[in-house]
Every structure is written in structure tokens, then in C-alpha cells.
């Protein structure tokens, strides 16, 4: 069973904090690793994605992958009230030729004004 | 019309009723998929097209049936639902079908309640 584990939550960060995210996936030959953010009624969207070991940064998000942990994390610096939001974990599952991603359940972020 | 769209918003429709969710996407790319999103479960994927050929059937009910007449278009045809068939259907495309580089970019979903 080829699965992406998430806390559930909530997770209450203070504004202007860093918001740490954190995932765990099952198959060690995933490859391609992908962070939404989905806020309340309305469906995900693409924040960040990383396919090699190490940080990627893109403004106030930083995505960290260890692939020999089997583990991707998400950091909100400098966080906002309208990051409150669910955020959800996506691994790329081999074999590619299908193209199919496991979600995680989420994680609800909740910034505290 | 930008990124990827769906219709309706929203469908209420009854255990006997048949009816088609609507997906279209502007953004040129070869693959779609349908996938349902229920409260405190993760998204399951349903189906995937990869230039229009479908490349994954996730074990799902017949009572779905799937249609890709080209690569921008995307329909879920619908007949004879349960009422645990109430969820968000949410629609997304990618670039290819098999590269690893593989971003999804979801429609706003339809919200459907069978009753």
C-alpha cells in the first residue's frame, strides 16, 4: 500500500512565525514530490514542488526533501493570516508511465493573528 | 477562459437521475484526471487520460462513467448514484502523462449532493 502520511492538525502558528509542514511517504522510489495549499470550499492549489534532495526555496516557502528519509516538509516564513489554510502532501508514485499521485490527508494551518 | 474550468459549480440530483460533470483545459496540456474529495478523506483519483487514451481506472463504479473526446475536454457522465456519492469532483490536467516533472493544475471542482 503506497502511501503519504500528514498531521492532521490544526496546527496554530503566531503571525509572523515560521510554519514548519511535514510528510512522509511510503515508496522510496517516489520522485517527484508536490505541496498544495487548499483553502475552505474551494479546490487545491500548486504551491511547490521539488524533485531533488535538498531546499528549494520560492519567496516566503521552502520546500526540504530527504529522499533516504522518505520525508518532505514545507516552511512558511513569516507567516500571514491568509496562509491559514489546509495544505496537502503529493508523491509522484512509480511507475511513471501512469502518472499517478498519492495525496495526503492534510494539514490545517491556522495563523493566529 | 484561463487555467482549467468545470461545470456546473454545483449538482443536486437524485438516485435515479443521470447527469455529466464538464471539464475543459486552456492550458494545452496531454492529460486529465477526476478525482473526488470527501470530508476527512484524502483525494482519491479516479481516472487519468493521457492523450485521450485512459491510462487509469482506480477501481471505481460503473455508476461513473468517463469521457475524453480530445485533449482540452474532460467529462464524468453520472447515473444511478448512492447518496455516499456526495463529495467535491475536482478536475485537474498536467503536461504529459508520464514525465516526472509532473504538475497538476485543478478546475474549482463541482459540488455534488445526491439525495
Known amino acids: 500500500q503506497k502511501e503519504v502520511e500528514q498531521n492532521s492538525g490544526p496546527l496554530s502558528v503566531p503571525e509572523g512565525a515560521i510554519a514548519s509542514l511535514n510528510c512522509t511517504y511510503s515508496?522510496?522510489?517516489?520522485?517527484?514530490f508536490f505541496w498544495y495549499r487548499q483553502y475552505s470550499g474551494k479546490s487545491p492549489e500548486l504551491i511547490m514542488s521539488i524533485y531533488s534532495n535538498g531546499d528549494k526555496e520560492d519567496g516566503r516557502f521552502t520546500a526540504q526533501l530527504n529522499k533516504a528519509s522518505q520525508y518532505v516538509s514545507l516552511l512558511i516564513r513569516d507567516s500571514q493570516p491568509s496562509d491559514s489554510a489546509t495544505y496537502l502532501c503529493a508523491v509522484k508514485v512509480p511507475p511513471n508511465r501512469d502518472d499517478k499521485i498519492i495525496f495526503g490527508k492534510g494539514t490545517r494551518l491556522h495563523i493566529l493573528p | 477562459e484561463t487555467g482549467v474550468t468545470q461545470t456546473p459549480r454545483h449538482l443536486v440530483m437524485g438516485m435515479t437521475n443521470k447527469k455529466s460533470l464538464k471539464c475543459e483545459q486552456h492550458?494545452?496540456?496531454?492529460?486529465m484526471y477526476w478525482y473526488k474529495q470527501s470530508a476527512k478523506k484524502p483525494l482519491e483519483l479516479m481516472f487519468v487520460y493521457s492523450l485521450e487514451e485512459r491510462v487509469e481506472n482506480n477501481s471505481v463504479p460503473s455508476r461513473f462513467s468517463p469521457e475524453c473526446p480530445n485533449s482540452s475536454h474532460l467529462f464524468l457522465h453520472l447515473h444511478t448514484l448512492q447518496p455516499e456519492d456526495s463529495a467535491l469532483y475536482l478536475c485537474?490536467?498536467?503536461?504529459?502523462?508520464?514525465?516526472?516533472?509532473?504538475?497538476?493544475?485543478f478546475g474549482p471542482g463541482t459540488r455534488l449532493t445526491v439525495l
Open positions: 492550458l494545452g496540456h496531454n492529460a
Open positions: 515508496d522510496r522510489g517516489s520522485q517527484s
Open positions: 485537474a490536467s498536467s503536461q504529459d502523462g508520464s514525465g516526472i516533472y509532473n504538475e497538476q493544475f
